[in-house]
């Protein structure tokens, strides 16, 4: 099980390196809050250690500002990001 | 219901891995990158939902959680300036961090109080049965979490000028730095050693506040001007961050979604380093621009040379080609709307209008392209440093709009300045060069700019917006 995680570990790192890698500076900034959103899926984690009855009130306490917290970084970054890019848009639809 | 779900909740994790992917993938062109964004929001609602389908999982706490962050993250999104943004990215940033942080401490609190055998067998099959591991994964996302949260917190101030943007220095900063390193890694390898230890849950509590400790003595040295590595590279460290966490709870999808992110926030951070010739380790550590360095007898000398709008107006009107240089100042001033009306008046009159950007103008990576497509500059005429320099001599106005460093021919130049061998515009080769700036001061890098005295260069003192409505004022009367 720890072997193939690490396997998947190493193998998107190199994966993200080539998706990245190509990405024009003029898209920088919305890449960097796009990815930045993806990094709210320690959400998962966040879920879990809540809503698993297993810990007691300090675990519940931890978990819900972990969900909020998450939350923040997820709903926040996507839609920043679809503001920014929104911009982008507008005039590539005529030049493009 | 629920019980037959439990199978395929993994399946569930693999499609939202490969819409990150393909997301992510969008977001690499201009015309994909929307809808990029929204796919890569899709994976993250279904693993979302994926995870609320494991048994046994209690909600009322999770909607509350959620609900109070969903309203925070859509307020400040709709709310922030585009000219904001830096920060705003910063500190989204910064509660993924926290978030990470607080997983860890919940997960190592279930772990210590239940004990490991128990622990694992709420992870279900395939926990790995090795204390050392788990104790590592713990400790491990503890520290990047809280680098992460106090680091990004502390770019975010600087950022937003509540503190001061100039690095903060203090004798034998990188020994005490060094020092609560060693402190925090010796007590990783503790907990991974002997992770039932009476002391263990102090230990952990050393490696959380340790870790805030680094987020802020790392930031803390580091100028303004060098910002842009330092948020993607914080970025990095968040997704580093949600994968560790994903190896406590023998996750797959929060590794490879934080693998994903952890890589394109080293790229970045290379680019970032790379558009200003220096190492990682040179922007991190060096505290840059913490002196105004003296300029070498005979590199700067004679008599910057102010202009009025009035006759900026003459010399532009009669001009060709321009090149907008647009630097931070632009930002602070938000004159980005009034600048794109200045370069469509310029157009009118015949001229051929550029936009050159450096990849690290302003306080993030493309944080110029950001405005100008708020102020709906074309992006057709976007260029970039290496296509504008090689005809800089054919251009007849440079204007540069709140930029300093990074037109600053000392670059090139002067081998003992500091930003010696960096990229940058070379506008001193224009024919004429116009600086738009509120006073002499030297740029967020400290760096004396021996552009400003050169014989073709003219000052266009006072804020960029009144400066640049001024000449749009000149253009509309004369129109």
């Known amino acids: ?96 | 219901m629920t019980e037959i779900l439990q199978p395929f909740i993994n399946y569930f994790y693999i499609v939202a891995s490969v819409f990150f992917i393909v997301g992510l993938k969008m977001l690499n062109h201009a015309s994909t990158a929307r809808r990029g964004n929204v796919v890569s929001g899709i994976g993250m609602l279904i693993a979302v939902i994926a995870t609320c389908l494991y048994t046994g999982m209690e909600f009322h706490w999770i909607i509350v959680g959620c609900l109070i962050g969903a309203a925070i993250g859509a307020v400040a999104s709709y709310a922030v300036k585009m000219t904001a943004m830096p920060e705003m990215v910063g500190l989204f940033n910064g509660f993924g961090g926290l978030a990470s942080l607080m997983v860890s401490w919940a997960e190592f609190h279930k772990w210590h109080d239940m004990g490991w055998t128990e622990y694992y067998a709420t992870l279900g099959t395939g926990a790995p049965d090795s204390t050392a591991f788990t104790a590592f994964a713990i400790a491990f996302t503890a520290l990047v979490g809280a680098v992460t949260f106090s680091g990004s917190l502390v770019a975010y101030l600087k950022l937003s000028e509540r503190i001061t943007g100039k690095p903060i220095l203090f004798a034998g900063q990188q020994i005490v730095n060094g020092l609560i390193l060693v402190v925090a890694l010796g007590a990783i390898t503790y907990l991974c050693i002997a992770p039932e230890a009476s002391v263990a849950y102090t230990v952990f509590t050393v490696i959380m506040v340790t870790g805030l400790i680094i987020g802020v003595t790392s930031v803390i040295p580091i100028g303004g001007a060098d910002m842009p590595v330092v948020i993607s590279l914080l970025n990095s460290y968040s997704g580093i961050a949600a994968a560790a966490a994903g190896f406590i709870i023998l996750n797959n999808v929060l590794i490879v979604a934080g693998a994903l992110v952890g890589a394109s926030g080293i790229i970045l951070t290379k680019i970032m380093c790379k558009a200003m010739n220096r190492s990682l380790a040179n922007v991190l550590f060096s505290g840059f621009g913490s002196t105004t360095t003296t300029a070498k007898a005979g590199a700067v000398q004679g008599e910057a040379k102010p202009i009025s709008a009035d006759d900026a107006f003459y010399i532009l009107e009669a001009a060709r080609s321009v090149v907008v240089v647009p630097g931070y100042g632009m930002a602070v001033a938000q004159a980005q709307h009034v600048v794109r009306e200045l370069g469509e008046l310029l157009a009118k009159n015949g001229c051929d209008v550029k936009y050159a950007i450096h990849p690290v103008a302003g306080r993030m990576p493309g944080h110029m392209n950001v405005l100008l497509a708020e102020a709906n500059v074309p992006y057709e005429q976007l260029v970039e440093p290496p296509d504008v320099n090689p005809v800089m001599a054919t251009v007849d106005v440079a204007i540069v709009i709140g930029a300093n460093d990074v037109v600053n021919p000392a670059a090139r130049e002067d081998e003992t300045s500091p930003i010696y061998g960096m990229p940058i515009i070379n506008v001193d080769e224009a024919k004429t060069c116009f600086v738009l700036k509120r006073s002499m001061a030297s740029g967020f890098a400290g760096v004396e700019n021996p552009l400003f005295f050169k014989d073709n260069t003219r000052m266009l003192f006072g804020d960029a917006k009144a400066s640049v409505t001024a000449l749009v004022g000149q253009f509309k009367d004369a129109g």
């Open chain 1, 1 to 96: 099980m720890l072997g193939l995680l690490f396997f998947v570990f190493v193998l998107a790192i190199f994966l993200g390196v080539e998706l990245i890698s190509k990405v024009p500076s003029q898209l920088h900034t919305p890449l960097m809050s796009g990815s930045n959103a993806i990094s709210g899926i320690t959400i998962v984690g966040a879920l879990v250690a809540t809503g698993q009855p297993h810990g007691g009130t300090l675990v519940t306490v931890l978990g819900v500002i972990a969900v909020a917290a998450a939350m923040i970084n997820v709903v926040g970054g996507y839609l920043v990001t679809d503001r920014m890019l929104a911009m982008f848009k507008r005039k590539d639809g005529g030049s493009k």
